[in-house]
């Protein structure tokens, strides 16, 4: 079972190594982070972003539709 934590350190490693640039989308997302499922690249920055309806962490800031 994948952890989420699993993704977001993935995330940070693209950022801090400079594959990821940000802002980013989630296409951006799944060419940089290998390895992950479909659902995991269409809702993990959603799921995860300020506000987000179901109470999550909030780890990412939407800065313009479909970047974060």
């Known amino acids: ?8 350190r993935a995330i940070v490693l693209a950022v ?3 594959r990821l640039k940000k802002p980013f ?7 940089t982070c290998l390895g992950f ?3 995991t690249y269409n809702t ?3 799921k995860h972003r300020k506000g ?4 999550a962490s ?3 800031e939407r800065v313009k539709p479909g970047k974060v």
């Open 1 to 8: 079972m994948l952890k989420e934590h699993e993704v977001y």
């Open 16 to 18: 801090k190594e400079g």
């Open 25 to 31: 989308t989630k296409e951006d997302f799944r060419r």
């Open 37 to 39: 499922s479909d659902g």
């Open 44 to 46: 993990f920055l959603r």
């Open 52 to 55: 987000n309806p179901g109470g």
């Open 58 to 60: 909030e780890i990412f």
